[in-house]
């Protein structure tokens, strides 16, 4: 069912719009009575039958602006629209573009960085900023890894040199 106000779907239970607050009247229509069998042609050739037209359908009425400020007298008041930002708390707030770019930054200063990777690793102030910090840490453990193996091929390669193999 569509609300006459606001012109939103509602469901056909409801006694209210639950987006404008307008109570909803319920109209119930009649069935359609059965259309009548064609009429006989009357020379039989040159005549087309002719059938009774509908009734026309209601024309539906011009879109008003609902009013958002009031509600009906016995429903109680509430917030009917809701703010298109939903409301993260602090804990969950997402990082910025910057926000990652200066961090990484910071992680790269050696002593300090390197503190403040620790703290933001087990801190729980913010979620996103925790888990940019352990993934962090993944990159450095890989980055180990990588320098080991690169030192362990350059230094088998060099004594390979040295010795003329």
């Given at each position: 069912?569509?609300c006459?106000?606001?012109?939103?779907?509602?469901?056909?239970?409801?006694?209210?719009?639950?987006y404008?607050?307008?109570?909803?009247?319920?109209a119930?229509?009649?069935?359609?009575?059965p259309q009548?069998?064609?009429?006989e042609?009357?020379?039989?050739?040159?005549?087309?039958?002719q059938?009774?037209?509908?009734?026309?359908?209601?024309?539906?009425?011009?879109?008003?602006?609902?009013?958002?400020?009031?509600?009906?007298?016995?429903?109680p008041?509430?917030?009917?629209?809701?703010s298109?930002?939903?409301?993260?708390?602090?804990?969950?707030?997402?990082?910025?573009?910057?926000?990652?770019?200066?961090?990484?930054?910071?992680?790269a200063?050696?002593i300090?960085?390197?503190?403040c990777?620790?703290?933001?690793?087990?801190?729980?102030?913010?979620?996103?900023?925790?888990?940019?910090?352990r993934?962090?840490?993944c990159?450095?453990?890989?980055?180990?890894?990588?320098?080991?193996?690169?030192?362990?091929?350059?230094g088998?390669?060099?004594?390979?040199?040295?010795?003329?193999?």
């Amino acid at each position: 069912m569509i609300c006459k106000n606001c012109a939103s779907e509602i469901s056909n239970t409801a006694t209210f719009c639950p987006y404008c607050g307008e109570k909803v009247e319920t109209a119930y229509s009649e069935p359609a009575a059965p259309q009548p069998a064609p009429a006989e042609y009357s020379n039989g050739f040159n005549s087309a039958p002719q059938y009774n037209a509908p009734n026309p359908q209601p024309q539906p009425q011009a879109y008003q602006q609902p009013n958002y400020q009031s509600a009906p007298q016995n429903m109680p008041q509430q917030n009917f629209y809701v703010s298109q930002q939903p409301q993260v708390p602090n804990e969950y707030k997402p990082l910025s573009p910057w926000a990652y770019f200066g961090y990484n930054l910071l992680f790269a200063i050696p002593i300090v960085g390197f503190i403040c990777l620790i703290i933001f690793s087990v801190s729980s102030s913010n979620i996103n900023r925790r888990n940019f910090a352990r993934s962090f840490w993944c990159w450095l453990v890989i980055g180990i890894i990588i320098g080991i193996i690169f030192a362990v091929t350059g230094g088998l390669a060099m004594g390979g040199i040295a010795y003329g193999f």
